[in-house]
Structures are given as structure tokens and as C-alpha cells.
């Protein structure tokens, strides 16, 4: 017995329409190749499937136990034609993540590594950038996805939770600051602040958290490594987040956990309501949701 996927859409195409005419048009099929087809899978099974007369085709008992057999079967080979073309697609393809420096620099190098390794064919884009530009690229469709640390909760791109940043004082090693076992916003007022610039996350955060009592800027700069470098020399001390500490972890520097309220960061990873992912991107989606950062990274005295 030889019964193909194509005789078995064909007696469905038949079961669904009880019409020769319509049946062999779905199939894409002349009516009398149609009709040959079908008394072939009855020859090959041995039983009648449809009952015929001039005006009406019924199925058989036989054909609607076989129906049932028949759409389970076809059902099943269409999920293993489509898992197995989807997997295919994951070898090959591009896919492009806006993301904030912090996670940029030193989160996403060794997970893309890992994620090269099990998908070689893929070609990944990346934009480290401030969460705004991070929410443009993915609302002007260039690029599939972005982490950010703002909730871009619109008609047009959705936002779901991605992961949580402490905050943490760092100031020179000694500082009368690393001293306290649990700094207050009013202790870190009275000395020199070197801040991020207006336009950051971590900004606006620090700037919620320590109102009415601002901190005491002395310089405001762009880089996390250029603030390493000011505190470093001990123009002043900074506050920032768990994600950025490996630019921080030196002799020079003291590290402490602040627990202020309010201050602690998320971050969401934010899509298009209106278009899905392609397999190399929802690949890549799944590969960076299944490899988060740690709610708390560890922190130590310099």
C-alpha cells in the first residue's frame, strides 16, 4: 500500500466539499485527474470512502473513520514540515538588538558568543545606545527589538519586564563615604558629585531619588569609563548602576550597595505590537530572555 500526503488532501479537499468540481479545483487538479486519484486511494485501502450518486457524495462509515485518521495524520506531518523549516531559517538570517551601553559592553559579549556558536549563519546588528534612540530604531521598524529603561508602553510597541538594576556608591578608596556601612542621600550631598549626563536613565533616576536635595555636581560627562576615571582621581564620587560595576572593580575604588527608595532600575525589552519576530530574530529573542542578567551582581570593597 502507497497512500501519499497528496491523496490524503485530495479525499480531504473531497470530504470537506462533497463536490467533485470544487474538491479538484482546491487540489489544483482537472476533474477527471481527480476522480483517477481518489479510486486510487480506495483500490490501495480496499474499502469505499465516499457513497456516489448523480446530485450528492457522502462519506462512507468507512471514510469518516478515515477522515479522522486522515486529518490527524496530515496535521501532524504539517507541524514537522513547519518545526523542521522554522529550525532551518534559525541557521540562517539577520537580526538587529538596540541596547543600553551598560548591558552593551559587558552582559551581551559573552551571550552573543554563545549565541554565534549555536547559530553561525545568523548576522546580528547592535546599537549600544541611551534608551530613547534604543526605542526609535525598533518604532521606525530597523531594528527587531530593544533593552531600554523606559517602559515604552504605546499603541505601537509593547514593553515587557527584562530585568532589574540596583545602584551603587563608588568613591576613592578611604573616602570617608565608604566608611558609612549605609550611605543616606544626605551623606553623599555634602561631597563632590561626578554625574551622567541629563540625557541617561541613570540620571533621571538619581534625579527622583535624591529630591528635594540635589547632589552636589561638579562635572557631568557621557562615559561610564570617563566617571571611573574622575572618581579615580578624587575629584569627586558617583552613584551608578549593578550592570555597569565592571568598569568600577579596581584598588582605587571603594564599591557600596545603596538602598534608597526608588532607586533601582528596570529594564524591559520593547517590540512592535503590529509585526512578529522572524526566525533569527525570535531566535535571538529567546537566547537573550533565557540568559538575563542576575537580579543582584555582586559587590565588593575595591
Known sequence: MNVSSRDLRAFLALATERNFTRA?????????????????????????LFDRSTRHVELSQEGVEF????????????ALVLGMRERAARERGRVSIALLPSLAADWLPPVLAGFHAAHPGIEID??????EPC?????????????AATRAETPELRAEPFCS???????PTGHPLSQLRDPRP?????????????????????????HPQPLRS??????LATVAGMVRAGL??????????????????????????????????????????????QGLYDWVMAHRPQKEQPTRRG
Request: with cysteine; glycine share 4%.
Open 126 to 131: 547592535v546599537a549600544d545606545v541611551l534608551s
Open 135 to 147: 526605542i526609535e530604531r525598533v518604532r521606525g521598524g530597523r531594528f527587531d527589538f530593544a533593552l
Open 218 to 223: 561638579i562635572l557631568e560627562v557621557d562615559q
Open 24 to 48: 479538484a479545483a482546491a487540489c489544483h487538479l482537472s476533474q477527471p485527474a481527480f476522480s483517477a486519484l481518489v479510486r486510487q486511494l480506495e483500490d490501495s485501502l480496499g474499502v469505499r
Open 236 to 281: 569627586g564620587v558617583s552613584i551608578v548602576p549593578a550592570l555597569t560595576l565592571y568598569q568600577f572593580r579596581s584598588a582605587e575604588l571603594d564599591i557600596r550597595p545603596l538602598r534608597w527608595p526608588g532607586l533601582n532600575r528596570r529594564i524591559y525589552l520593547v517590540r512592535r505590537r503590529d509585526r512578529g519576530l522572524s526566525p533569527a530574530a
Open 165 to 171: 538594576d540596583s545602584f551603587h556608591l563608588v568613591c
Open 186 to 210: 544626605r551623606d553623599v550631598t555634602a561631597w563632590p558629585f561626578i554625574h551622567l549626563s541629563r540625557t541617561s536613565s541613570v540620571r533621571q533616576y538619581l534625579d527622583a531619588a535624591t
Open 67 to 78: 477522515e479522522r485518521s486522515a486529518r490527524r495524520v496530515l496535521g501532524e506531518l504539517d
